[in-house]
């Protein structure tokens, strides 16, 4: 389904961790990139066609197609991608409940929505329709190769609309293999409803300029800034899913065992490559040392390495590698003590667990966003300041809170689109949740009817019923005692203020 009417060279994606080829695609450039939206709106129309319940059915059977072939999905993340298997499988397991609720849920939430009318248009019937978009193009991060641009294709696909997906440079096999296993399960469907376009940022450039109804991007916040100045050109809406910082505050009363536990996967977990890992941890000083204790004891086994005993793979992007290594080394040289690994935990493509305290607030390694295995730890004298300082960042993705007593006010307080409570990324597990940041971590949201509305137009149909005598407005005929009757009621029913 990849369109390479016109290609400029070729893209070669590899293993993170040995550096063997996993394939190798011909660039599309702008050219290619248009055919590839031409192919996607002359299908959109058949797609659209099918109705609430033949999408359904093809949703279904395509959530089907990827948990049967499960074992060879995930072990082509694992080459690609570098994740373990049981966290690919974890990945795909998410992505088909989306799948799944997106298509079952598609119908009420896009449901035509009746408008009462006011005095003014008694004689009027109202109702509001959602219309699909038409084609979305959708960009693709490497971190979450399948879950996290289903987010955006599974739910523009359920509300009607045809995708041209470009997955990233680092996760292009997969890409791929995920478009086409829609195509296999529904081998009666004309093809388009899901193309690929391949290719570096230029190809994701020619895509936002290609005439598609919207943008769905994730990935850096510098990169989603870009996208949407380019789509401004055109006035094309995007849907933007960008950095974080997320901070986890430990509160007096917190399950410390509890908390400790999620915070080590929450900012470890996948190498730290997570859009809302826990990257910044504000603990209440009553309970630092024994958080820090429960901490490291459970990150004492906790590894990278591509064997099947580790417990992360490798960094997927070589470059973040050197990222990394920068603010561990600014943190450490400004008087942050390393509690769990230290610069010596960095031996590329792999990054052992790396906590720093009392690391200062302007640090790169508490301001800018790291992607990697690291943890930020600061005590606080209460739940108070640790609200103040986690929503002092210019990002705001997710955050989590541990309370026994005040878990729900503390979530309430945090400037972010989404909070766990005793727990982490709750939100992003249920498919009914709306996902997506406030600040310089993005625009919009996925997931949930908000989802599904995100990729859709409201359509305004406003029926006259009947006429009524002597109160015809907009004609030239208007009538003066039309005029009085206009001024009577609105003063009725405006005019008066308590």
């Known amino acids: 389904m990849t369109q390479t009417a016109s290609v400029t060279d070729t893209l070669t994606s590899v293993d993170p961790a040995t550096g063997a080829v996993v394939g190798e695609w011909p660039v599309d450039d702008a050219e290619a990139v248009r055919a590839a939206v031409a192919a996607a709106r002359a299908a959109a129309r058949a ?59 598609a119908r009420k939430a896009l449901a035509p929505r009746k408008v009462r009318p006011g005095p003014l248009t008694a004689n009027f019937a109202g109702v509001v329709e959602q219309r699909p978009l038409g084609v979305v193009g959708v960009i693709g991060p490497w971190n979450y190769p399948l879950y996290t641009p289903n987010g955006s294709i599974a739910y523009a ?30 081998p009666e469907l004309p093809d388009g409803i899901i193309a690929v376009v391949t290719g570096r940022g230029e190809t994701g450039a020619a895509l936002v300029r290609s005439g598609v109804d919207k943008i769905a991007f994730t990935g850096s916040t510098p990169t989603g800034k870009r996208i949407m100045a380019a789509a401004a050109e055109s006035l094309t809406p995007v849907v933007l899913e960008c950095g974080g910082k997320d901070a986890v505050i430990v509160a007096e009363d917190a399950d410390v065992a509890a908390a400790a536990d999620a915070v ?35 990150l004492a086994g906790v590894r990278a390495g591509s064997d099947a005993e580790a417990s992360y793979g490798p ?63 600061r005590a606080v004298d209460s739940a108070a300041e640790a609200v103040e300082l986690a929503n002092a960042s ?49 625009v919009g949201r996925i997931h949930g009817a908000a989802g599904l509305l995100e990729f859709s137009r409201p359509h305004s149909i406003a029926r006259q019923r009947f006429s009524i005598p002597g109160l015809a407005l907009l004609t030239f005929d208007r009538k003066p005692s039309a005029m009085a009757l206009t001024r009577k009621i609105t003063e009725l029913r405006h005019g008066r203020h308590k």
């Open 264 to 298: 080590a996967f929450g900012a470890m977990g996948n190498s730290g490559q997570t859009c809302v890992g826990i990257e910044r941890a504000y603990v209440v000083k009553d309970v630092l040392d024994d958080f820090l204790a429960q901490l490291k004891s459970r």
């Open 157 to 186: 696909l359920a509300a009607g609309n045809a995708v041209v997906y470009k997955p990233s440079e680092y996760t292009t096999a997969i890409g791929h293999y995920f478009a086409a296993a829609f195509a296999k399960a529904n």
């Open 394 to 442: 210019k990002y705001g993705l997710g955050s989590a809170v541990f309370s026994k007593s005040h878990g729900m006010e503390l979530a309430r307080a945090m400037r972010a689109g989404a909070t766990s409570v005793n727990s982490f990324i709750g939100f992003a597990a249920q498919p009914g949740m709306p996902f997506g940041g406030v600040g310089e971590s993005g």
């Open 315 to 377: 960094m997927t992007m070589p470059s973040q590698v050197d990222v990394v290594a920068a603010h561990v080394k600014d943190a450490m040289a400004r008087g942050g003590q390393a509690v769990v690994g230290g610069l010596d935990s960095i031996r590329a493509p792999y990054i052992d667990p790396v906590v720093l305290l009392d690391v200062p607030e302007d640090a790169p390694a508490v301001v800018e966003e790291t992607f990697g295995p690291t943890l930020t730890v």
């Open 47 to 105: 797609w659209v066609g099918l109705g609430f319940d033949g999408r359904k059915k093809a949703l279904l059977r395509w959530k089907a197609h990827l948990v049967n072939h499960a074992d060879e999905l995930c072990e082509l993340v694992r080459r690609e991608n570098g994740k373990p298997l049981d966290d690919a499988y974890l990945e795909l397991a998410l992505t088909v409940e989306h799948i799944d609720w997106a298509a079952k849920n």
